[in-house]
């Protein structure tokens, strides 16, 4: 593996030098580091593709660095060098994730033999890695996690319509995940071995948009220089989605209901109707039913679309939601990463106790921004966004142990008091604010601040905006 980065860490200079001058003649990149201390920093802080260091270093021992090394990366492979006679200690190393050891006095070319080895096994770990990975994005583009309520019936209703010929029309925010939604009905429907053809309506020019949908005619426009299939005919057999269904333009929606009503398509430039078998879903993060009104989406096209309609709610409204999701998709980017992540408790109090604007899709970018940064094996609130935010000693932990009876509602309720401190902290006691940032009627708020024994202290004359 020419052009390899590897680290030598050893303190005797002698040593270092000669490693570096015949694995730069190898064809090696190497650094160097004289101790423990400074090789822990650098494998924490670089990327190296093989870790060659001694066991006994002066400030420390190879075991900490081979650690460093593996937990910073676990597809970097660590070569230690003993002394003879050290068994014991080369069996620990092999224990802590070592690819091998080798004994002083050692003979050059055993020692690049062995390390072209090790560097042949990272190679098959990055790819296991990257296997990895695909089946990760795979599995969450077909699975809807989440505990709550709202979610619930989103996936009974998944379940109910999923094997029906019928158009659905999923809405909700953006990054909620309605087109994971839309998979799920696909994947849970007698055409899951067809294709799942994905059009985003909003990001096609308009001018090709019909024939990105029904395909073209050899010399139908300029441009034309071959017959084109369209995406219906991509998707026969299967499902079509179209998401952002509300940016398509009037004038297309005419030809989409026509084919939603016959079954048919006719590519641009074409006088031959074609019957097609496509079920259609659609999405959209507006409200259509405003939409109709103003007269920029047509009635019957809308009332074709939402025979079924399946509403995704946003995660301000399912915070319950929030351990499962985050717990995913940490399982998912770690694998990314090579590593083995897990919250700290008061990580995932910060993340519940967050509104998340952007929905599902901001959480986990937060969530692989945190294990990208994360140095060990837990993340903690320095590796999450305005780590600043002071977490209550006192709020409940997202990861109660259920090893006997437990009282749920009142960790629920726990939840609930911890999103109430923050919200009257965040607007200076004020509960008119308060109600505002939480999205609810005074009155309510003022309730859950009654049952919750929140009241005391706080103004009563504040009435309802």
């Known amino acids: 593996m020419t052009g390899a980065r590897i680290l030598v860490v050893d303190d005797e200079p002698g040593i270092r030098e000669m490693l570096g001058v015949l694995l730069r003649r190898a064809g090696y990149r190497v650094e160097k580091e004289s101790g423990a201390i400074d090789g822990i920093a650098r494998v924490r802080s670089d990327t190296f593709d093989a870790v060659i260091t001694d066991l006994s270093l002066g400030d420390g021992s190879g075991l900490d660095v081979l650690e460093a090394a593996r937990e910073a990366d676990d597809s970097t492979q660590v070569l230690m060098i003993t002394a003879h006679g050290s068994t014991e200690s080369a069996v620990a190393a092999m224990r802590l994730g070592a690819y091998d050891f080798i004994t002083k006095p050692f003979r050059n070319h055993e020692l690049l033999a062995l390390l072209e080895k090790a560097l042949e096994k990272r190679i098959i770990v990055g790819e296991n890695r990257v296997l990895r990975a695909k089946v990760a994005e795979r599995e969450t583009k077909t699975s809807i996690v989440g505990r709550s309520a709202a979610i619930a019936k989103v996936m009974d209703l998944i379940a109910r319509v999923a094997s029906a010929r019928t158009s659905v029309l999923i809405s909700g925010e953006s990054g909620t995940g309605k087109e994971l939604v839309a998979r799920a009905l696909h994947e849970q429907s007698d055409r899951k071995e067809r294709a799942f ?101 047509r009635q019957d096209l809308f009332y074709r679309l939402n025979v079924i309609g399946i509403v995704v709610p946003p995660l301000r409204d399912r915070p319950e939601d929030i351990p499962a ?103 200076g006691g004020s509960q008119k604010k308060a109600a505002a940032l939480l999205e609810m009627t005074f009155h309510a708020l003022r309730y859950r601040l009654k049952k919750h024994k929140l009241l005391e202290g706080q103004d009563d004359d504040e009435g309802e905006a």
């Open 197 to 297: 053809v994905v059009v985003n309506c909003g990001a096609i020019p308009e001018n090709l948009l019909e024939s990105e949908l029904f395909g073209h005619e050899k010399g139908a426009f300029t441009g034309a220089a071959q017959k084109k299939k369209g995406l219906f005919e991509v998707a026969e057999g299967g499902t079509l989605f179209l998401d952002e269904i509300g940016e398509m333009p009037l004038a297309l929606q005419v030809k989409l209901l026509r084919v939603l009503q016959e079954r048919q398509i006719r590519p641009v430039g074409g006088n031959k109707e074609q019957d097609v078998d496509v079920r259609v879903l659609a999405a959209t993060n507006r409200d259509l039913g405003k939409e109709v009104e103003s007269g920029r989406f």
């Open 325 to 427: 999701l985050a717990e995913h998709f940490l399982h998912k980017h770690g694998a990314m990463q090579g590593k083995k992540l897990s919250f700290s408790p008061e990580s995932l109090r910060w993340l519940i106790a967050q509104r998340f604007p952007g929905n599902v899709r901001e959480l986990e970018n937060v969530i692989e921004r945190a294990a990208v940064l994360s140095r060990g094996p837990r993340v903690g609130l320095d590796d999450l966004p305005d780590s600043g935010v002071v977490v209550p000693a006192g709020a409940p932990s997202m990861t109660p142990e259920l090893d006997g009876p437990f009282d749920l509602d009142g960790w629920l309720g726990g939840l609930e008091r911890n999103v109430l401190v923050r919200a009257l902290e965040r607007t």
